[in-house]
């Protein structure tokens, strides 16, 4: 079986820069990293595209602020019972794509409610002692996802492409008619 060469690289890539995050989430106590690989994995799964990084990347912050109001929201009294708190997420879910589609068509729904989700995943499951460096640090988390493990991978990339080129230049439409 021949391995590819962009198997190679790709691969090499994303475990180096995996690799790197780890090291950069332990030194730093970053305990997310659920969140980095979720944030990355979503990333990548919508083509890595870098004209969209930035939309993408404000998505994010305002699900992590949606995922906070739901937990204040639901934290008041008579507001947690399951068809009070069920609407409640329904109108929120209807507003963040109705924002979208009117006065905030650059965030990327997919990516807002994508965080929102794993913001609420977690702070419904965690005690949260001091809220700033939660914050802090889910943000450099899944930044990290993003800028690192996806955007770090697709340099390095093109870095060992630059270094390793292919042997023979690849055949254009040009070429084959001579």
Not at 72 to 82: E, I, T, Y
Not at 139 to 146: D, T
Request: aromatic share 14%; proline share 3%; charged share 10%.
């Amino acid at each position: 079986m021949k391995i590819s060469k962009d198997v190679w690289i790709s691969s090499i890539g994303v475990g180096l820069t995996t690799l790197i995050f780890c090291l950069i989430a332990g030194v730093f106590n970053l305990w997310m990293s659920g969140a980095a690989f979720i944030a990355a994995s979503y990333f990548f799964g919508a083509g890595a595209p870098m004209d969209k990084v930035l939309n993408i990347s404000v998505s994010f912050l305002l699900g992590i602020a949606l995922g906070c109001f739901c937990l204040w929201l639901l934290a008041l009294p008579h507001l947690g019972g399951l068809i009070t708190s069920s609407v409640i997420l329904g109108f929120l879910t209807f507003l963040v794509l109705f924002l979208q589609g009117t006065i905030m068509k650059f965030a990327e729904v997919p990516a807002w409610l994508l965080a929102w989700g794993t913001t609420m995943l977690i702070i419904t499951n965690i005690t949260i002692k001091s809220w700033p460096v939660f914050l802090i640090q889910l943000i450099a988390a899944m930044y990290l996802g993003v800028y690192l493990i996806i955007i770090g991978s697709n340099y390095f990339s093109k870095w060992m492409y630059r270094l390793f080129p292919d042997k023979e230049p690849k055949k254009t439409k040009e070429s084959e008619k001579n």
